[in-house]
């Protein structure tokens, strides 16, 4: 099975992904993953792209699409679950002209829904395990008392005044990436408020049927 998830900061891809990883045996690739981890490892990649990382801006088209496709490849061009990319018409437009020409489109482009009140909410309390990688919100899932508090962290770009960036950056360059799929055919929304199991539940039901498994 070959899906995107897509949805705005705070959407619930990355959970929604790593579920999907986990019960449905996919390979989850986050172009935000491989950036981060570029930029903690302080490669030259790393150093090209934190600028716009830290603004809470896009990093460049081509320079992100070199990282997807990598990736893809590596998964043999098959069984993945795309988080966080594609995010401008440019890089769909890319991936789609490379994975029609090996005749492995994407079965589904799925869309989280959220209202904007809820995503502020949820990405100034999310807070991130540094090694594990593990997600927490401040109320609704906090970190247990176990876990050594000096190793949980805020995104620097989670802070209130990125996170108002990087919703307007959705707006004005990625969500017409919906418009893209939705002509095509391939565009499921689904309503991303609820508990994980309800999301996860829909897009379930929803991919099943589109791969036809
Ligand atoms: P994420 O973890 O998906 O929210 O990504 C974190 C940051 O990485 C984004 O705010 C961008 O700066 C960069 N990034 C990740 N994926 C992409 C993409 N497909 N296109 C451009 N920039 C990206």
């Not at 716009?52 to 896009?58: D, I, P, R, S, T």
């Amino acid at each position: 099975m070959r899906i995107a998830l897509f949805g705005p900061p705070g959407a619930g891809k990355g959970t929604q992904a790593k579920l999907l990883v986990k019960r449905e045996g996919l390979t989850h690739i986050s172009t935000g993953d491989i950036i981060r981890n570029a930029i903690r490892a302080e490669s030259a990649l790393g150093q090209e792209v934190r600028g716009y990382v830290e603004g809470g801006q896009l990093v460049p088209d081509d320079v992100v699409w070199k990282l997807a496709k990598e990736a893809i490849n590596a998964q043999g061009n098959d069984n993945f679950i795309l988080d966080g990319y594609p995010r401008t018409v440019k890089q769909a437009e890319w991936m789609e002209e490379y994975l029609e020409g090996i005749d492995r489109p994407l079965h589904a482009f799925v869309s989280l829904v959220v209202p904007d009140e809820q995503l502020v909410d949820r990405l100034s309390k999310r807070r991130i395990h540094a090694e594990t990688g593990d997600t927490y919100h401040l109320e609704h899932k906090p970190p247990p008392p176990d876990v050594d508090a000096s190793l949980i962290k805020q995104r620097a770009d989670d802070k209130p005044e990125k996170v108002r960036e990087r919703l307007s950056v959705y707006k004005e360059e990625t969500q017409p990436v919906e418009s893209y799929y939705r002509e095509k055919g391939m565009l499921v929304e689904i309503n991303g408020e609820g508990t994980f199991e309800e999301v996860y539940e829909r897009i379930v039901h929803q991919i099943k049927e589109r791969a036809d498994i």
